[in-house]
């Protein structure tokens, strides 16, 4: 996420959306639908992220009923928003990033990669 340097979003099979630290490897919030709603499967995810306004929209499909399922595949979608500038968002998310005190050589090598990687995404051109 370009405005909120260091932070991913994760998708997860369940459906469930979360924000992540990569630099702590930590989950900083999660974005949750109401119980009527599910968010699309994660491996077709339907959101964006509009850095104009910090937010993320993310698309919630209608639960269907088993009998509806079979009968129509028309589902029900709705876009929900998520502000960054929130605050709960805001006071979730860190304000700097942690400095790493230690020499990389005595740090975890999940600690590494996720530095290593940190760094390389922020080299990646904007898509």
Excluded at 27 to 47: M, N
Excluded at 67 to 74: I, L, P, R, T, W
Aim: glycine fraction near 2%; hydrophobic fraction near 35%; aromatic fraction near 12%.
């Amino acid at each position: 996420l370009s405005m909120l340097p260091l932070q991913v979003l994760i998708f997860c099979w369940d459906g469930t959306v979360s924000l992540m630290n990569t630099d702590t490897s930590q989950t900083v919030y999660c974005f949750c639908t109401p119980p009527s709603h599910a968010v699309a499967p994660a491996w077709q995810p339907v959101f964006t992220v509009d850095s104009a306004n910090s937010c993320l929209l993310l698309r919630g499909d209608e639960h269907q009923h088993v009998d509806e399922f079979f009968q129509s595949k028309a589902t029900h979608s709705t876009i929900f928003i998520y502000d960054f500038n929130s605050y709960p968002l805001k006071e979730a998310i860190p304000k700097k990033p942690d400095l790493h005190l230690k020499p990389m050589q005595e740090l975890q090598w999940t600690e590494r990669c996720n530095i290593y990687l940190r760094d390389r995404f922020r080299f990646l051109p904007e898509r």
